[in-house]
C-alpha cells in the first residue's frame, strides 16, 4: 500500500518561500507520478502540479507557474515543491497525491497524502 507523507509547511509573509516534501513508499510499480494539489474550505480542490519518474512535469494551475516548482528525487522517492513569492491567495492545505498514470492524476483518484497548512500572511 502507497503511503505519502508530507512535510513542510507552515506560516510565511507575503513574498517569502517555503518548501514542501512528499516522502513516498510503498510504491510497487515504475510508473508512479506525485503531484500536488490544494484546498480552501469550503472550496474546490486545485490541481497544481504533478512529476513522474521520467521528471515529465505537468502543470494544471496558471498561477503558480513561475512561482512553483516541482522536483523528485528518484532514489528516495521524495517530491519537492518549491514555493516562491507566495501570495496570501496560496494559503490552503497542500496535498500530495499519487496516481500511476500521468495523463490521469489531475483527477486525483489515487493515493494521498495527510496534508500539510500552508498560511501566506499579508
Known amino acids: 500500500q502507497v503511503q505519502l507523507v508530507e512535510s513542510g509547511g507552515g506560516l510565511v509573509q507575503a513574498g517569502g518561500s517555503l518548501r514542501l516534501s512528499c516522502a513516498a513508499s510503498?510504491?510497487?510499480?515504475?510508473?508512479?507520478?506525485i503531484g500536488w494539489f490544494r484546498q480552501v474550505p469550503g472550496q474546490t480542490r486545485e490541481p497544481l502540479v504533478c512529476?513522474?519518474?521520467?521528471?515529465?512535469?505537468?502543470y494544471y494551475s496558471d498561477p503558480v507557474k513561475g512561482r512553483f516548482t516541482i522536483s523528485r528525487d528518484s532514489a528516495r522517492d521524495i517530491v519537492y515543491l518549491q514555493m516562491d513569492n507566495l501570495k496570501p491567495e496560496d494559503t490552503a492545505v497542500y496535498y500530495c497525491?499519487?496516481?500511476?498514470?500521468?495523463?490521469?492524476?489531475?483527477?486525483?483518484?489515487?493515493?494521498w497524502g495527510q496534508g500539510t497548512q500552508v498560511t501566506v500572511s499579508s
Open positions: 512529476i513522474d519518474r521520467s521528471d515529465r512535469i505537468r
Open positions: 510503498g510504491i510497487t510499480s515504475y510508473d508512479y507520478t
Open positions: 497525491a499519487g496516481e500511476r498514470d500521468l495523463n490521469s492524476w489531475y483527477l486525483l483518484l489515487g493515493d
